[in-house]
């Protein structure tokens, strides 16, 4: 099934208490698409870089199986650029800079081969470019998913607002979803956004696993205990891109269907983290992933009967 994605393709400047880095290859929607590329084709890339961009990183992509002809390159000019520093749980960050660049004015266009895409994945973007990609649709896709995070609550909130309307799964964290909603309790959180147009709300707890809430059942995948995690950079975004990727691949969005997809999408962002950036992502195969996914029903047992006799 065909999956547009559309979001940053960016560079990052990232430390942790294990290292620090130049200038690396990031962005979410390079996140999204390479994690999505395991589970469904095509995958159609939308998002804008400047004449920096390493080429070798575009070829990569469509290597994958990533159809980039909706990414833009302005050759004068710069790409995104974000830095970010982690706190030694790693489960918190703050970010050091936000450039916008060629994100400034950025006006995106869907290639007329990806307008009839049956499953859309809004990266993190500015809300406004999230809601024109919307509208460029020939027709309305079976799943929209939408993810955003605390810049563009404090920068463009009315405007993200506009864009939940329009959206079937809404991916945040727990600190974005109090945020949002004015609600510390992440269950009457996700109450109140349920009522702002999405069906579907994913809260990523980062190492604390995800929460799926869906008309007043919610359903909580753990994250793997992991030995070596180095950068939880673009984990949500390679939580994202499984997520859907799967949900296209199986072609069915229903509740029980989107645990699966929970799953799968934590799989994937658990070798997210294990190297810094991309790394990690690019020579996976459908055998680790799959081992990778039992790993976390393991985890749970569900097949405890938790007998309770006086
Ligand atoms: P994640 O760790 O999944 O939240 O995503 C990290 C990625 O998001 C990095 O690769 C950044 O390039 C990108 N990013 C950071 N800030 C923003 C922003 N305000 N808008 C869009 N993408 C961003």
């Known amino acids: 099934m065909s999956l547009l994605t559309v979001g940053t393709v960016a560079f990052d400047a ?4 294990f290292g620090k880095t130049d200038k690396i290859i990031g962005g979410a929607a390079t996140y999204i698409s390479l994690s999505a590329s395991y589970f469904t084709h095509p995958v159609h890339l939308v998002s804008v870089v400047g004449g920096d961009f390493p080429k070798e ?34 489960n918190s960050r703050d970010t050091l800079i936000t450039e916008l660049n060629v ?3 950025f006006k995106p266009v869907v290639p007329a081969v990806a307008r009839r895409a049956e499953y859309l994945m809004l990266g993190n973007l500015t809300p ?10 020939e027709v309305r896709p079976k799943l929209i998913v939408l993810d955003t995070m605390n810049f563009w609550m404090d920068v463009a909130m009315d405007s993200l607002k506009e864009t939940l309307k329009l959206v079937d799964v809404l991916t945040i964290n727990d600190e974005e979803a109090r945020q949002l909603s004015g609600e510390y309790s ?9 009522k702002m147009g999405p069906k579907y709300l994913v809260i990523k707890k980062g190492e604390h696993g995800a929460l799926l809430f869906h008309e007043g059942q919610v359903f909580y995948a753990p994250a793997l205990p992991l030995e070596d995690v180095f950068d939880p950079t673009g984990a949500g975004d390679t ?5 859907i990727g799967y949900l296209a691949m199986t072609r069915n ?5 989107q645990k699966n997809a929970i799953i799968y999408g934590s799989a994937m962002a658990s070798f997210c983290v294990e190297r810094f950036g991309t790394e990690r992502l690019l020579n996976l195969n459908k055998e680790l992933i799959v081992e990778r996914a039992r790993k976390f029903i393991q985890l749970v047992d569900t097949d405890l009967r938790l007998e309770f006799t006086v």
């Open 253 to 257: 969005t229903s509740f029980q269907n």
């Open 57 to 90: 990183e575009i070829r990569l992509m469509e290597e994958r199986g990533i159809h980039t002809e909706g990414l833009e390159i302005r050759e004068n000019e710069k790409s995104f650029f974000w830095s970010g520093k982690y706190h030694n749980d790693l």
């Open 103 to 105: 994100l400034a004015d």
């Open 186 to 194: 992440l269950v009457k959180a996700a109450a109140t956004i349920l």
């Open 128 to 137: 406004d470019i999230q809601r024109e990609v919307i509208q460029q649709m």
């Open 14 to 17: 990232i430390e942790t208490p």
């Open 239 to 243: 939580f994202a891109g499984g997520y």
